[in-house]
């Protein structure tokens, strides 16, 4: 019964911006630290973003730090990923993921426990 929706994924030009969103449900939301993965076709999925239970800290990964902002609003159970600058090597599939016990470290997939089911992103020259 718990459930990561993502949503916002499209097509965006390079230099543009674009806003995912991952909205959960069936869970304490502000128990779980979360967060943003994505995978390319024939690649392996890989660690982008995480934020903490009340947003104050965060992890990203140094293909998009500076471009990428990952924030939370326990309010609503939303966490979101703001991409600017976006770059054709973002193209991907972008999951949200829920991490409650932290028996990982933040960018090892294994850790995480629950998962959403993913939404595109293409970015165009």
């Known amino acids: 019964q718990v459930q990561l929706v993502e949503a916002g994924g499209g097509l965006v030009q390079t230099g543009g911006s674009l806003r995912l969103s991952c909205a959960a449900s069936g869970l304490t939301f502000s128990s779980y630290s979360m967060g943003w993965f994505r995978q390319a076709p024939g690649k392996e999925r890989e660690f982008v973003a995480r934020i903490s239970w009340r947003g104050g800290t965060t992890y990203y990964a140094d293909s998009v730090k500076g471009r990428f902002t990952i924030s939370r609003d326990n309010a609503k159970n939303t966490v979101y990923l703001q991409m600017n600058s976006a770059k054709v090597e973002d193209t991907a599939v972008y999951y949200c993921?829920?991490?409650?016990?932290?028996?990982?470290?933040?960018?090892?997939?294994?850790?995480?426990?629950?998962w959403g089911q993913g939404t595109q992103v293409t970015v165009s020259s």
């Open positions: 993921a829920a991490d409650r016990w932290q028996r990982g470290t933040y960018y090892a997939i294994q850790g995480y426990d629950f």
